[in-house]
C-alpha cells in the first residue's frame, strides 16, 4: 500500500470508528435517562428544568436517529452535520 492509501485508510477508519462510538455513546445516554438526580446534583439543578432539559435530549435523539436514516447518509454527513437533501 503506498502512503495515500494508508492515509485515506486511516480517516476513514477514524470516522467511521467516530461515528460508532458516538452512536453507543447517545444509546447509552438515552437509555439512562431514567435515572433520579442524586447527592449534589438535586442540589444544583431544579427537577422541573433537568426534566426539560430530558425531553429535549430525547427529541434531539430521535430526529438524530431519523437523520442516520436517511438514505443518502453516511458517516462523513453525520460527522460533519450535513443535512441530508435528498428526497
Same mark, same amino acid.
Given at each position: 500500500? *503506498? *502512503? ?33 438526580? *442524586? ?49
Amino acid at each position: 500500500m *503506498t *502512503t495515500a492509501e494508508l492515509l485515506l485508510l486511516g480517516i476513514v477508519t477514524f470516522i467511521l470508528i467516530d461515528f460508532a462510538a458516538g452512536r453507543v455513546i447517545d444509546f447509552l445516554n438515552e437509555s439512562n435517562k431514567d435515572v433520579a438526580l *442524586t447527592g449534589v446534583a438535586a442540589e444544583i439543578y431544579n427537577p422541573d428544568e433537568y426534566a426539560k432539559s430530558l425531553e429535549y435530549g430525547t427529541a434531539k435523539y430521535k430526529v438524530e436517529i431519523d437523520h442516520c436514516n436517511c438514505h443518502c447518509n453516511n458517516a462523513f454527513s453525520h460527522h460533519f452535520g450535513l443535512v441530508c437533501l435528498a428526497g
